[in-house]
């Protein structure tokens, strides 16, 4: 009963200042409000870039090094020995080849059902690489295999999400075409191209074979800018051609976990290859960049909390000093010391939490509004979310806690006084 | 029921120590109404606060309701005021945001250890505030009342705990001649319905109703 009862004085104390328990609210509210508001703006931008510059912290591109000593210092050129050799390393869990098709593959037409999407009279030079199908896991569809159909078959390939959408943001709409329908549905069409040709003449092989690719799966792993064929369809497209084995253009560590990168790097690079750190790079600098501006953002939030936090020790300290005498009489009707301090941390409490509440509902609801706004003032570019906003549970807890916590702070100078106040001095 | 023995007590002011109390002897037995006189700065509020355990910052033996008071805790002394004292206030010290009915509630809402509902509580203070005629002025805020109700409400709140010994200090001070003879009377009817009540005043009316008038000057106590 008696925090119940401390709970109802404080509550029956806030309602007799009404327009004091407001604007303390208010500034809570404000804090709250803008720290949701810009933390959700943070993940959801932040969750746009990791869409844009995927980055699997697990993965380490190796590329063949620079300068080849060939055999001396066991190094260079990215060939079957070095990819059994990457494999072995420690804190490796496997290593994935890639390898370039040298021979052209080009597309004069559209593929059946999207004709509107090909501009007339396009040919298309389209760049192949050869992945192993264990790199593209999970992201090729149901009911699809990535795997060589040998010659004469439909040659199932694989498209870069990162491409589609830029076709679709980009190119379609420079291209003056429609855009593609969503991604799912366009998973297994197919496209007629021509092996051996080339848009560049002297690039032609002598042999040109009419073939069939087949869209097995969308994925990141892809290249942005390139197909993925099968390792195998490469390899024998290579022999078929009579292309010089020149190994591997890329391999795709795979580290056991995150913090195995470091070392893994190292390693590889004191087998004298190199590791590829663009994509990484560029997706760790968005990061920085994402995560700053949200820490920028979120940190004035805080200061907001804190300034409310300070508005709410004035004001409740202004509070205490004027009913120094209701204290006492508190006291006197069996009020202990540290009820008296309760009852005033609870009126921070109450306040920073009612603030709290408005304050997210005044964020969540700002967020379609500012997302509304995005859409009509900014144009679309690719990976342009729906939303900027994303909502977790754990946000809305925040959004009360802190402003509740920061209120409770602001209480505990005014509660510390409220529980100092000496009921027989007052009172006589 | 209120036994006080050699209490001494002083103020400090200006750095110079200040005698109120200099080893005051006070027995009040339950069913006794005793009137404390004395001029203005006698020290009767202090000897009153004193009692009431509210003072903790004296000399001497106190015992109040069977319960010593020298070294007690101040959750044992707020314990204390909750369940056995009552206090009336000259000036009613009502808390002016809550209403007639909330302002008697207080002792119940402060009751540590009970289980009482806040519905419990709400009931039993309609029940106070219906004994001192004020029923019809429950939802009224303090300033919505006359001095003589606002007193009422102060003596319905000071015996909702149904304490064992009720403590007024001027109690009819702000009232009118006639509202003060009825709270007198409410006082001698409670002392004689065993209460102990100790009555600080400096007004004869008071005197006239009280078992025993003391007197309290130069900080000691005398008949």
């Known amino acids: 009963m008696r925090a119940r009862g401390l709970l109802w004085i404080a509550l029956a104390t806030l309602r007799a200042d009404r327009r004091g328990s407001l604007l303390d609210a208010a500034a809570a509210c404000v804090g709250a409000a803008a720290l949701v508001f810009f933390l959700a703006l943070g993940l959801g931008v932040s969750a746009a870039a990791q869409r844009m510059f995927p980055a699997d912290a697990r993965l380490v591109e190796v590329v063949p090094g620079n300068v080849r000593l060939g055999g001396v210092l066991g190094g260079g050129a990215l060939d079957d020995a070095a990819l059994r050799r990457l494999g072995a390393l420690p804190g490796a869990a496997a290593a994935w080849p890639r390898l370039s098709l040298r021979v052209p593959v080009a597309a004069n037409g559209p593929p059946k059902g999207l004709d509107y999407n090909w501009p007339p009279g396009m040919t298309l030079q389209i760049p192949v690489v050869g992945l192993a199908p264990e790199i593209l896991a999970g992201d090729v569809g149901a009911g699809f295999r990535f795997e060589d159909p040998g010659p004469g078959g439909t040659i199932p390939v694989v498209l870069s999400r990162r491409l589609l959408e830029i076709y679709d943001k980009t190119l379609a709409p420079a291209w003056g075409v429609r855009r593609l329908p969503p991604i799912l549905s366009i998973v297994g069409i197919e496209l007629p191209v021509r092996i051996g040709f080339s848009i560049v003449p002297q690039k032609t092989e002598d042999r040109i074979v009419e073939a069939r690719l087949r869209l097995a799966g969308i994925s990141d792993r892809v290249p942005i800018y390139m197909l993925a064929m099968p390792l195998e369809t490469v390899r024998r497209l290579h022999r078929e051609y009579a292309k010089a084995d020149q190994g591997y253009s890329q391999v795709t560590l795979l580290a056991a976990r995150p913090e195995d990168v470091p070392s893994l790097t190292a390693a590889v690079r004191r087998m004298g290859l190199a590791v590829d750190e663009g994509e990484r790079a560029t997706a760790e600098r968005v990061g920085t960049v994402v995560a700053v501006t949200t820490g920028s953002l979120v940190f004035l939030a805080v200061v907001m909390c804190a300034l409310a936090a300070l508005a709410i020790a004035q004001s409740l300290s202004a509070s205490v000093r004027a009913r120094v005498k209701e204290i006492a009489v508190l006291q006197a009707l069996g009020a202990a010391p540290s009820d008296v301090r309760l009852v005033v941390l609870a009126e921070g409490a109450i306040v920073g939490l009612a603030g709290g509440i408005v304050g997210v509902l005044l964020a969540r609801g700002a967020a379609p509004l500012a997302d509304r706004a995005a859409a009509a003032l900014l144009p679309d570019f690719p990976f342009r979310p729906e939303t900027f906003f994303v909502h977790p549970p754990w946000l809305v807890a925040l959004g009360l806690a802190v402003p509740a916590l920061a209120a409770v702070l602001g209480a505990l100078a005014p509660a510390a006084a409220a529980a100092r106040v000496d009921p027989a001095r007052t009172l006589s | ?223």
């Open chain 2, 1 to 223: 029921m209120i036994r006080l023995h050699g209490v001494t007590k002083s103020f400090r002011d200006a750095g110079v120590e200040v005698p109120v109390l200099r080893g005051v002897d006070l027995e009040v037995a339950a069913g006794e109404m005793v009137a404390i006189v004395g001029p203005s700065g006698s020290g009767k509020s202090t000897l009153l606060y004193v009692a009431g355990a509210l003072d903790r910052d004296f000399s001497g033996e106190a015992v109040v309701a069977g319960v010593a008071l020298a070294g007690l805790s101040a959750e044992a002394r707020a314990d204390l005021r909750n369940r056995a004292v009552g206090f009336v206030f000259q000036s009613f010290n009502l808390l002016p945001g809550l209403s007639a009915l909330e302002n008697v509630m207080l002792p119940g809402m402060l009751r540590r250890g009970a289980r009482e509902a806040a519905a419990a509580i709400r009931a039993r203070a309609t029940a106070a505030l219906d004994e001192v005629g004020l029923l019809d002025k429950a939802a009224q805020p303090p300033a919505r009342l006359s001095g003589g109700e606002r007193q009422r409400v102060a003596i319905a709140r000071a015996l909702f705990a149904r304490p064992k010994v009720l403590l007024a200090d001027e109690p009819t001070g702000h009232l009118d001649a006639v509202t003060g003879e009825g709270i007198i009377r409410l006082f001698a009817d409670l002392a004689a319905a065993g209460l102990t009540v100790l009555v600080v005043t400096h007004e004869e009316r008071v005197s006239r109703a009280a078992s025993r008038v003391l007197h309290l000057s130069g900080g000691r106590l005398s008949s």
